[in-house]
């Protein structure tokens, strides 16, 4: 099948550093792929670069004509005073423009708008269209279209933008982590809307089961480069391992040999230098790649451990409650070291009022919260970390 993208020698560097070197990869139309790399290693930026948000120093890439691409970002950003409405409804085709005008005119309540745009929608049949764009918004919950949206928390400014992308209904769908601010109905709705939707599409992702649900293939990015895997999560992991050990071979193989051929360039003799060019090259090469870094295998995030006595967090008969909603009722549990717990529930149930609880930001209305004496919390909250810009990373990172 033909590619629907197309990437000819991308590179980028971010000040000396370069993130990726020379990719070369296309996608086929319909093709459902995952970019996976550990954070930090170019995945947003490569995504900018395709969605034409960013130029690479080196390579290009073409879309096919008649391709519409829709982006997601990793954060979106709004300007101030934008509604939701026009954040949703910020695509420019005439389905979109209509629809929109639509809506206005039903908020506005102006009967006799309403009877125009309704026969303006009849004449260019869009109940249908208009039908998709509700049903996005109903699953991503999102309810009020006059709300500023600089008043939402970043979750929802997420939500917002996804739900812009989808509205569109674009060809080629770039999505940056589309699932990290949805709840466990958003995710199950939005796998099988993406696995229904004919749209090609290139997502990062860090959810495993939803990858595996929706993607055909998986783009891996790590040593300046690209790998691909046409199979799930699991073939990914196995290839991704013999990749590894072939590659640590190599290394290991061209370290050995090059001690040898190290002792050889010690030992000629300048005169003899021009008769041997083909051996010094080599013997360049070959520490090109005795240099670079054999890898460890395992593929997933670094968790820093740190000492714990053996009690760790007890909990006992903890409830909670706000203005009569009992978020909390009567929950005992005692948490063991190298616990690994995911915590479940729709929005407002009252996840984060848990991990407050458990941390000690908020107290329980009732019951006991004991926590060992070396324990310390690392606590990610929802709205992210509101950061003092003129501190350095490693100040922020050592508080
Ligand atoms: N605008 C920028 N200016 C300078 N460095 C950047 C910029 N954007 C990203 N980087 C750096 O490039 C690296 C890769 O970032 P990013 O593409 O966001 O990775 P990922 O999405 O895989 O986590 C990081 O080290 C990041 O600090
Ligand atoms: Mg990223």
Not at 204 to 230: A, Q
């Amino acid at each position: 099948m033909a590619n629907i993208l197309s990437v000819e020698g991308l590179t980028h560097h971010w000040g000396d550093i370069r993130l990726f070197d020379s990719l070369y990869f296309g996608l086929e139309e319909g093709e459902k792929a995952a970019l996976i790399a550990r954070n930090g290693t170019g995945k947003t930026t490569l995504l900018n670069i395709l969605a034409g948000k960013l130029v690479a120093d080196e390579g290009y890439f073409t879309i096919r004509k008649g391709i519409r691409t829709g982006y997601l970002t990793q954060l979106p950003v709004y300007s101030a005073g934008q509604s939701v409405m026009e954040a949703v409804f910020s695509g420019e085709n005439e389905m979109i423009s209509l629809v929109r005008s639509y809506e206005s005119a039903l908020e506005s309540h102006d009967q006799a708008l309403i009877a125009k745009m309704i026969e303006k929608m009849d004449a260019a049949n869009a109940w249908d269209y208009e039908n998709r764009v509700k049903q996005v918004l109903s699953q991503l919950k999102i309810s009020r279209l006059d709300q500023p949206v600089e008043q939402l928390s970043g979750g929802q400014q997420k939500r917002v933008a996804l739900a812009a992308v989808l509205v569109e209904e674009p060809d080629l769908l770039i999505l940056d982590e589309p699932t990290n601010h949805l709840d466990i109905e958003m995710v199950d709705w939005l796998e099988e809307y993406l696995g229904r939707n004919k749209a090609t599409l290139l997502m990062v992702t860090h959810d495993r089961y939803f990858l595996d649900r929706v993607c055909n293939s998986i783009f891996e990015m790590d040593n300046e480069s690209l790998y691909k895997y046409n199979g799930n999560y699991s073939y990914f992991l196995e290839k991704r391992e013999e990749r590894i050990n072939q590659r640590n071979q190599e290394i290991e193989r061209a370290r050995n040999l090059l001690r040898k051929e190290q002792d050889w360039m010690n030992r000629m003799p300048q005169a003899r230098a021009t008769k041997a060019k083909y051996r010094i090259d080599a013997f360049y090469e070959l520490k090109d790649v005795a240099e670079q870094k054999t890898e460890e295998e395992g593929f997933s995030l670094d968790i820093k451990t740190t000492r714990l006595g053996s009690k760790v967090l007890n909990l006992e008969g903890v409830s909670k409650s706000f203005d009569g909603n009992m978020l909390v009722d009567d929950f005992s549990y005692k948490f063991v070291k190298g616990e690994r717990i995911g915590i479940l529930g729709k929005n407002g149930s009252g996840k984060s009022t848990l991990l407050n609880i458990l941390t000690g930001a908020l107290n329980p209305d009732k019951g006991v919260v004991d926590a060992g004496e070396t324990l310390v919390f690392g606590y990610y909250r929802q709205e992210g970390i509101q950061l003092d810009e003129s501190k350095k990373v490693i100040e922020v990172i050592t508080e």
